[in-house]
């Protein structure tokens, strides 16, 4: 199952326990703690703080909502929006639907692999950047597409992705 | 009720049944992989497609559609069938069929469904799943290649176990069932996944390629280890039990089962059975035949009970038949003439034998298993109702989630239970159980909640006398459970209409005694809860016969010892002979020590056991019996259910069952022959009169009794604390019972050693995680345990589990409810 997201399909058995500030967390589930039907909004919140959702922080939620992991995992599992790794300062979104596949967008995928040195679903070392492939932004006439967080970056050549990336790393971190 | 029309067949069934239901009612089989009958409606997998006459254009799924009346149903047409093989056609795209090696090939849904609808060839190609296999779990392996997404695991575990280790997780092409973060699987280890699972997906590992499903035999018989009394179906080839299997139809439990009853029968033919008697000649134990050793007990009972039959005790696991115990008994008191018989340690069925019998006249609960999903208001003792007895447990949760039970527990830990929807747990300090539910009662009375049917019972005043000198506010104090608590809770339980107690007993309960009891009854009776369906009091026997035990009376009833006293005995020369079947009082009883030196001590012991115990290492002639595999006869479970056993396989080794044993020591005492057959004995079995052997059949019969309701005044007393150290409870392990699950393999697989379970603050306080050792430190001994760090026990409270033999925690308890003990690294 080779489409599977990288984040998903790899058990991190050997990585060591992230240690991260439960404080936050904990104030989002005091927030919705009445609420029924509160898992989404306090996933969400929870996304908002950390930047992704932590893992002690879902055994947090499990917890403190009396809702069983597996089941906290596979809501996490099941949206799109949810990530369970910390992401990159600037999400790199290139567009792999139709208009843009014939227009070259596999050119411009492998050009930003080799740049960054990282595969789709994944994030640079030091956290500058998270590279997706998507499947339609929905502005087929730019063909071929690529998004840096909401800048938008039409008619893509190879060029132009070394320029991005130039500018980008000068942007800052914070 | 609502009328249809099923295949031409006329039916009638209740307005809440779906199509599926009045299918099966009317005798037609609808196919079906994701529907479970125990389990919630899911329309997964939409094998049982029909067509019904006014929902003309589409086919409809028989498991999630609801009748309506004059609803016309085919089950069969060619465009159904068409629609089925499709469905198994694209079931089968990305199934490895692998069933050459697959376990449940034989009883395999998919398989047998495939066969059915002749799918021969397929449509569709596609790529199969590479879905990495879980192997490492002991007891449960994971092949996600072969799953079909019907989410059974996941929903039984969620709906029935309550515990959640599966999810769906991942979406569309990628989704399969997860554990959290896809890590390894961390359960209780039910297996009722396994039980099923429509295909190979979850299969039981200690079965794998032990044997192929059609070539096993399938036995009906009884769990031989909690006090539950769950059928189970033995899986059995060559002369050995290979598996359980589950069997949807078999019991009120609808054959779920726990861990130790799916995965702990691996003791019946364990290599380390003993296999022919043995006898100490020159300080060791050494084989003999069955004449020679039968001939040195009878001998040396001929002796006692002509000159000093007091001088001789015994001690019967309440693991033996009733037929057996029957026996035991008239060998005991009837032939040798001494009344020092007892079981358990005497105090784990005191509740039954001394505390109901002074409260209800009887030495069994009123009420049945049954009436917990019936009831409106559950108030249990301890949450380790779930770990004494599982199944029970899982009643428990679907009576919670399916009946909206209102759930109460009274406990000194926030046991599972306390987790389940609505449940409130009131958290007390240890072993004050006593005066919350005389708080209780006050309160009751105080507020005019008392039932009217109590004024009729004796000893009304006297008990009101008692509970007038009740200090509500010191209660609340000394238990930790606020004032406000012990009123909204006495109001709840007087005001429900049906309301049920649950009082779990065991070895490893010192304080659930014969005053808890009562002081339970007291409230019960006081309340009107005695006497009608969904209320009552329901006292769980540790073991699978512990109800029969107390049946039978193996207990002292004419001033003889009891099992301490017996104990005591031996080490003061008073008890010269001691017969201990089945039992193992080293392990078991309190105070490891004093146990072990009195058996040193006793002139003569004989010990009847499946495995050479430490209790049997210490013996003087040791004789090999049958397990429940190899035997007939009958078990009485908790709410006086009387079931049949019945023989799976041979006598391992030269193993006979105590059942033969007993007859012949009675024998050669009176020279006269007794039937050992089961159907005689239990015939001769005075209390069982109401019940008919031969018609026990596969479902057993509950015997009826009638109560005869006293108030017994029992004072509760506040427990002595001791500064600056905690509180060690003991209790059972949820993957044990007993010391007999040390063999069971399986068992041993998920929770191998003596441990110590602490909070988190006290862990942290200690500077000590899981899988860290302890000192554990008590008046009477110290251990190092292993430490387990969980959220189930409150600041400066202990627990430890009973059953192990190495580093057992009866070399540190005295057979107090509590224990007092220093911990450091």
Not at chain 2, 143 to 158: E, L, M, S, T, V
Request: aromatic share 6%.
């Amino acid at each position: 199952m080779s489409n599977a997201p990288a984040e998903n399909a790899t058990a991190e058995e050997n990585a060591p326990e992230e240690v991260i500030d439960l404080a936050a967390a904990n104030q989002v589930i005091d927030q919705y703690l009445t609420l029924p039907g509160n898992l989404m909004p306090v996933l969400q919140g929870i996304q908002e703080e950390y930047g992704y959702v932590p893992k002690p922080a879902i055994n947090l939620v499990a917890e403190r909502l009396n809702v069983y992991p597996s089941q906290i995992y596979g809501v996490l599992t099941f949206y799109a929006q949810f990530h369970l790794k910390p992401r990159g300062r600037f999400i790199i979104r290139v567009c792999v639907g139709t208009a843009c596949h014939v227009q070259g967008a596999p050119r411009i995928v492998d050009t930003f692999f080799e740049k960054l040195g990282i595969g789709h679903a994944e994030t640079t070392p030091d956290l500058r950047y998270t590279f997706e492939k998507v499947a339609c932004l929905g502005a087929c006439g730019m063909a071929p597409l690529a998004m840096v967080n909401d800048d938008t970056f039409g008619k893509m050549t190879v060029q132009k992705v070394d320029e991005i990336v130039a500018e980008y790393n000068q942007r800052p971190m914070k | 009720m609502v009328n249809l029309t099923v295949d031409d067949k006329q039916i009638a069934v209740e307005r809440d049944a779906t199509i599926y239901d009045a299918a099966k009612a009317a005798g037609i089989r609808i196919p079906i992989l994701c529907h479970d009958k125990k389990l919630h409606p899911f329309g997964g997998c939409r094998m049982c497609l029909v067509e019904v006459e006014q929902m003309k254009g589409r086919l409809i799924p028989a498991c999630t559609t609801p009748v309506s009346e004059g609803m016309i149903v085919r089950t069969m047409t060619d465009e159904i069938i068409k629609a089925r093989k499709l469905v198994l056609e694209l079931l089968l795209l990305k199934h490895p069929l692998d069933c050459p090696v697959c376990d449940a090939a034989g009883d395999c849904d998919l398989q047998n469904l495939t066969y059915e609808y002749k799918v021969d060839a397929n449509n569709f190609t596609d790529e199969k799943f590479h879905w990495e296999i879980d192997y490492d779990n002991p007891l449960i392996e994971r092949d996600q290649n072969r799953c079909i997404h019907c989410g059974k695991c996941a929903r039984i575990c969620d709906e029935i176990v309550s515990y959640g280790a599966y999810s769906f997780v991942n979406r569309g092409i990628e989704a399969k069932i997860g554990t959290p973060f896809d890590g390894k699987l961390d359960c209780e280890y039910c297996g009722s996944c396994i039980s099923v699972c429509p295909v190979g997906a979850l299969i039981a590992k200690p079965f794998k390629f032990k044997a192929r499903w059609w070539a096993l035999n399938k036995v009906k018989s009884v769990c031989s280890y909690c006090g539950t009394g769950c059928q189970l179906t033995l899986g059995v080839k060559d002369d050995k039990v290979l598996t359980t299997i589950y069997d949807e139809d078999q019991g009120f439990h609808n054959g779920q089962l726990c861990g130790r009853g799916r995965f702990g029968y691996q003791f019946v033919n364990s290599d380390e059975r003993l296999t022919t008697p043995l006898v100490r000649k020159n300080g060791t134990l050494q084989p003999v035949g069955w004449d020679e050793a039968l001939e040195l007990i009878s001998t040396k009972l001929q002796e006692a009970r002509k000159n000093d039959p007091s001088a001789v005790a015994a001690l019967a696991t309440p693991r033996l038949t009733n037929e057996e115990l029957f026996l035991f008994r008239k060998l005991f008191k009837d032939v040798v003439g001494t009344d020092s018989i007892d079981h358990s340690a005497g105090y784990a069925h005191e509740a039954l034998t001394a505390g109901l019998k002074e409260s209800f006249g009887i030495t069994a609960s009123p009420s049945q298993i049954v009436d917990i999903q019936k009831s409106d208001l559950l108030l249990v003792i301890k949450t380790d109702a779930y770990e004494t007895h599982p199944v029970i447990g899982f009643e428990i949760n679907l009576g919670v989630k399916r009946k909206g039970v209102d759930l109460r527990i009274i406990s000194d830990k926030t046991g599972k239970l306390a987790k389940l929807p609505k449940a409130v747990n009131y958290l007390h300090k240890p072993g004050c159980e006593l005066l919350l539910v005389n708080a209780l009662a006050k309160v009751i009375v105080d507020e005019n909640l008392a039932a009217e049917s109590a004024a009729a019972i004796t000893g009304l005043d006297a008990y009101k006398g008692m509970l007038a000198g009740v200090d509500l506010n010191q209660v609340a104090a000394v238990t930790g459970v606020s004032l406000e608590s012990i009123r909204e809770l006495a109001t709840a339980y007087a005001k429900a209409e049906k309301a049920l107690i649950l009082l779990p007993i065991g070895l490893g309960y010192p304080g659930h005694g014969k005053e808890l009891a009562q002081a339970l009854s007291n409230l019960a009776l006081l309340a009107g809860k005695i006497g009608q369906e969904g209320s009552g009091l329901l006292v769980l026997g540790e073991k699978n016969n512990s109800q029969g035990a107390a049946d039978l009376a193996i207990h002292p009833t004419a001033g003889g010892r009891d099992a301490a006293a017996i104990i005591d005995g031996c080490a003061s020369g008073a008890v010269k002979i001691l017969y201990i079947a089945g039992e193992n009082p080293v392990v078991a009883y309190p105070d490891r020590a004093k146990v072990e030196k009195a058996l040193d001590n006793a002139g003569f012991v004989v010990v009847l056991d499946l495995f050479l115990t430490d209790s049997a290492k210490r013996a003087d002639v040791v004789l090999p019996v049958k397990s429940f595999a190899e035997k007939c006869g009958t078990f009485t479970s908790v709410g006086r259910h009387v079931q049949r056993i019945r023989k799976a396989i041979k006598a391992v080794g030269e193993s006979r069952s105590d059942r033969e044993v007993l007859a012949d020591i009675i024998a050669r005492l009176t020279g006269e022959g007794v039937a050992a057959d089961s159907a005689t004995l239990f015939k001769q079995i005075g209390c069982y009169s109401g019940v008919n052997y031969d018609a026990l059949g596969d479902a057993g019969a509950i015997y009826p009794v009638n109560v005869s309701p006293k108030f017994v005044p029992v004072v509760g007393s506040v427990p002595a604390t001791e500064e600056g150290k905690y509180a060690l409870l003991t209790g059972s392990a949820l993957y044990h019972c007993g010391t007999m699950s040390l063999s069971g393999v399986g068992p041993m697989l998920v929770c191998p050693e003596q441990y110590i379970e602490l909070g988190r603050v006290d862990a942290g306080k200690l500077g000590v995680n899981d899988g860290d050792r302890l000192k554990v430190r008590s008046a009477s001994g110290e251990l190092s345990l292993a430490v387990k760090v969980g959220l189930r026990m409150p600041e400066g409270v202990v627990f430890s589990p009973y059953h192990f033999a190495d580093a057992s925690i009866n070399s540190i308890t005295s057979g107090k409810s509590v224990t007092w003990v220093s911990l450091s690294k």
